[in-house]
């Protein structure tokens, strides 16, 4: 059974970077598209950013742009969201996902509905 397992969430000051990693577990291909999303307390979950299959199709939100790195690693089954110059309003539990269909293009792909698989979600927490 698939499972998406986060890991490299934790505590940080506003300006600092944080990388997380997204490990596909039970899983062996590599034909998906990995979405990021983050839920803060109080809101409701909103779009990070994603990367198809390949790595030319990537998307980040709006306020992300500039301020975080997606990739991929298609051998090993990871995913990473690197994160720089973090603000407190960045705190919130993130989460990764797959969405097994439109794998081959960056369109549409901030639409949560789209993802079948869904980690279990990793606490970021800035401090200002």
């Known amino acids: 059974q698939m499972q998406l397992v986060e890991s490299g969430g934790g505590l940080v000051q506003a300006g600092d970077s944080l990388r997380l990693s997204c490990a596909v577990v039970?899983?062996?291909?590599?034909?998906?598209?990995m979405g990021w999303f983050r839920q803060a307390p109080g809101k409701e979950r909103e779009f990070v950013g994603g990367?198809?299959?390949?790595?030319?199709?990537?998307k980040y939100a709006d306020d992300m742009k500039g301020r975080c790195t997606i990739s991929r690693d298609n051998t090993n089954n990871t995913g990473t969201l690197q994160m720089n110059s973090l603000k407190p309003e960045d705190t919130a539990d993130h989460y990764c996902?797959?969405?097994?269909?439109?794998?081959?293009?960056?369109?549409?792909?901030?639409?949560?509905?789209?993802?079948?698989?869904w980690g279990q979600g990793i606490q970021v927490t800035v401090s200002s």
């Open positions: 996902a797959l969405d097994p269909i439109h794998r081959l293009t960056a369109v549409g792909i901030e639409a949560a509905w789209r993802y079948v698989h």
């Open positions: 039970g899983h062996r291909n590599s034909d998906y598209a």
């Open positions: 990367i198809g299959w390949s790595a030319g199709t990537q």
